[in-house]
């Protein structure tokens, strides 16, 4: 089993940054074990950004390539998402997922673990 628990949303203005942090706990020490960042919009849970939590590796969604950036903090067992350049379009609940194996990372249905979910809200 996996614990995710996120935090660090809030109501921010369009062009300002937001840091998101999932802390994750349980059995998460596999090689592959990896952590994505979806949001649920109205018509769907859209895919974000993922990371592979032993290689860093990285996806992101086009909507947020250059804008945002997910890491992972093994120490702390930490994973975050640096959001950058806020745009009205990003207003969603953000959850922090994990799931073992690195297919289907852009798919909400291949997660496993899911945490409670942080409200952003862009202002423009």
């Known amino acids: 089993q996996v614990q995710l628990v996120e935090s660090g949303g809030g109501l921010v203005q369009s062009g300002d940054s937001l840091r998101l942090s999932c802390a994750a706990s349980g059995q998460i020490f596999v090689d592959t074990f990896h952590v994505g960042w979806f949001r649920q919009t109205p018509f769907e849970r859209e895919f974000v950004a993922a990371i592979?939590?032993?290689?860093?590796?990285?996806r992101y969604a086009d909507a947020v390539k250059g804008r945002f950036i997910i890491s992972r903090d093994m120490q702390e067992n930490m994973i975050y998402l640096q959001m950058n350049n806020l745009k009205s379009d990003d207003t969603a609940l953000y959850y922090c997922?994990?799931?073992?194996?690195?297919?289907?990372?852009?798919?909400?249905?291949?997660?496993?673990?899911w945490g409670q979910g942080t409200q952003v809200t862009v202002s423009s």
């Open positions: 997922a994990g799931k073992g194996g690195s297919g289907g990372l852009s798919y909400a249905t291949a997660y496993n673990y």
């Open positions: 592979s939590w032993s290689t860093a590796s990285t």
